[in-house]
């Protein structure tokens, strides 16, 4: 009973499924089968999280390692009958936890963050930018998505509403223009769908990616 004690104490660690998540990638790019790997995270935040998960399970793990010693004698009694070393186990995923966050801290991964221009995406983009810049992740650039731009359309409703955006991007070009490029993309009077239109909204992203940067 000892030993699964361990063991779930290990499976009960914060964010296991989402280590596996973070593993994955890691394994990806060291399998080099891909010239870059573009990985489309969550909306608000959710890979802040991940990241969080990941430095909650290392640490689990330093306590797991702990627990361990602590019947150490008794785990001695199942390794010898054949099982694996409980020990073994939490230091291979506390190297893996350790790997993967200096992987994505690394001048191999680059974060852009997709925002809009108002408020709410303005106030997010702050954070992200700011707990990114705590797990030393760079960040390649701001793109603001779906920008209502003076002339597209006439009406009063679209006049305002590209006075509210037209408001919001100078204040996010005003807070992070001198740190990271800044890109807007209009609202575009096509669905992003499939491989055609996908290459042609790339072109409004081009100049964003310094694609000699994040080469391997």
């Not at 063991?7 to 890691?26: K, N, Q, R, T």
């Amino acid at each position: 009973p000892v030993d699964e004690t361990i063991l779930d104490y290990i499976a009960g660690a914060p964010g296991i499924s989402e280590e596996f998540v973070l593993a994955y990638l890691l394994d990806q790019y060291h399998l080099g089968g891909y010239d870059f790997i573009v990985w489309d995270t969550a909306p608000a935040g959710g890979t802040l999280r991940l990241l969080r998960l990941e430095e909650q399970f290392y640490e689990h793990l330093g306590e797991a390692g702990k627990l361990y010693f602590s019947v150490k004698s008794v785990l001695d009694k199942v390794k010898r009958k054949g099982g694996r070393n409980p020990l073994g186990i939490i230091d291979e995923w506390r190297v893996l936890a350790k790997d993967v966050l200096d992987f994505m801290s690394s001048d191999t991964v680059r974060a852009f963050v997709v925002t809009i221009p108002e408020w709410l995406g303005y106030a997010q983009t702050e954070r992200i930018v700011g707990e990114l810049g705590e797990f030393s992740v760079n960040i390649g650039g701001i793109l603001v998505n779906q920008v209502a731009e003076t002339g597209i359309c006439q009406g009063e409703v679209w006049d305002k509403k590209s006075e509210v955006h037209a408001h919001h991007m100078d204040m996010i070009r005003q807070e992070f223009g001198d740190r990271y490029k800044v890109k807007s993309v209009p609202v575009l009077p096509y669905e992003v769908k499939g491989v055609d239109r996908l290459l042609r909204f790339s072109e409004n992203v081009l100049d964003l990616v310094d694609i000699e940067s994040v080469k391997p």
